[in-house]
C-alpha cells in the first residue's frame, strides 16, 4: 500500500515562495508518475503540474508554467514543487497523487491517480 505525505505549506505573501515535499512511502515501482492538484474553496480540484519518476517528463499546468518547478528525489521517494512569484489566486490545499500504472496522456486527469496524500494548506496574502 502507498501512502503519501505533504508538507512545507504554510501562508506566504504574494511575490514569495514555497516548497512543497511530498515523500511515496510502499512504492515498489520505478514507473508511474506524481502529480500535484490544488483545490480553493468552493472550487473543483485542479492539475498543477506532474512528473515521471523514470524519464524526468514534466508537464504543467498554464496558469503555473514559469512559476512553480516539480522535481523528485528517486532515493528519498520524494517529489517537490517549487512555488516562485505566487499570488492570491495560488491560495488553495494542494494535494500530491500517484498514478503507478496510467498512460502519460492522462497525465492532467483526476481519475488517473490512484494514490492521494492529505493535502497541505497553502495560503498567499495580498
Known amino acids: 500500500q502507498v501512502s503519501l505525505v505533504e508538507s512545507g505549506g504554510g501562508l506566504v505573501q504574494a511575490g514569495g515562495s514555497l516548497r512543497l515535499s511530498c515523500v511515496a512511502s510502499g512504492r515498489t515501482s520505478s514507473s508511474g508518475f506524481m502529480g500535484w492538484f490544488r483545490q480553493a474553496p468552493g472550487k473543483a480540484r485542479e492539475f498543477v503540474a506532474c512528473?515521471?519518476?523514470?524519464?524526468?517528463?514534466?508537464y504543467y499546468a498554464e496558469s503555473v508554467k514559469g512559476r512553480f518547478t516539480t522535481t523528485r528525489d528517486n532515493a528519498k521517494s520524494t517529489v517537490y514543487l517549487q512555488m516562485n512569484s505566487l499570488k492570491p489566486e495560488d491560495t488553495a490545499v494542494y494535494y500530491c497523487?500517484?498514478?503507478?500504472?496510467?498512460?502519460?496522456?492522462?497525465?492532467?486527469?483526476?481519475?488517473?491517480?490512484?494514490?492521494w496524500g492529505q493535502g497541505t494548506q497553502v495560503t498567499v496574502s495580498s
Open positions: 512528473i515521471t519518476w523514470s524519464v524526468n517528463w514534466q
Open positions: 497523487a500517484f498514478a503507478p500504472q496510467s498512460t502519460w496522456d492522462r497525465k492532467t486527469t483526476f481519475d488517473s491517480y490512484e494514490y
